[in-house]
């Protein structure tokens, strides 16, 4: 599932880095340059999402901003990624929608990077964004609001794929 999601976003040829427990290290490595990977320790990813957040924006501290794709979304197309990451010139934050339903990837500009550096909770991310209101980036993808947490959430995914083939 990782692997996909790395690759669609890979294919937007955007720059892209990863952040990642250590395990996945070996296979993040066959799709990217190891410098585009940031291995976190069991204790690090223990501490949430904010923290893995605040790692990949300091890894690429320069970038004129951030979109943020969770691993375990791999539907979403690279039209998506990039129509977002286009409106992010215009507007400092910035969410996928479909149909109504706001999605991934959310992007910031790098006037927040102060801020994104020092998220640590997992609640944090969505903090800031209520302190900046969002664009919404309609798109035709709704795999931008599709995500496989579970076992689940893979079974209905491969039900649904097997229906509209």
């Known amino acids: 599932m990782l692997g996909t999601t790395v690759r669609h976003a890979v294919e937007t040829q955007l720059q892209v880095v990863v952040v990642a427990a250590a395990e996945l290290v070996p296979m993040l490595s066959q799709q990217l340059a190891a410098r585009d990977i940031i291995a976190l320790g069991e204790s690090t990813v223990a501490k949430g999402v904010g923290h893995a957040i605040a790692a990949g924006v300091a890894e690429r501290s320069g970038?004129?901003?951030?979109?943020?794709?969770?691993?375990?979304?791999?539907?979403?197309?690279?039209?998506?990624?990039l129509a977002v990451a286009k409106s992010l010139e215009?507007?400092?934050?910035?969410?996928?929608?479909?149909?109504?339903?706001?999605?991934?990837?959310?992007?910031?500009?790098?006037?927040?990077?102060?801020?994104?550096?020092?998220?640590?909770?997992?609640?944090?991310?969505?903090?800031?964004?209520?302190?900046?209101?969002?664009?919404?980036?309609?798109?035709?993808?709704?795999?931008v609001v599709l995500s496989i947490d579970t076992?689940?959430?893979?079974?209905?995914?491969?039900r649904l794929a097997a229906h509209s083939l």
């Open 90 to 143: 215009h507007h400092p934050v910035v969410h996928a929608d479909h149909k109504g339903r706001r999605g991934y990837p959310v992007a910031f500009a790098a006037e927040l990077y102060s801020e994104l550096v020092m998220l640590s909770a997992d609640d944090d991310a969505s903090r800031l964004l209520t302190r900046y209101p969002a664009h919404i980036e309609d798109v035709a993808d709704p795999g």
């Open 63 to 81: 970038a004129p901003g951030w979109l943020l794709l969770p691993g375990h979304m791999p539907l979403v197309r690279p039209a998506s990624l």
């Open 151 to 158: 076992a689940a959430d893979l079974a209905q995914m491969r």
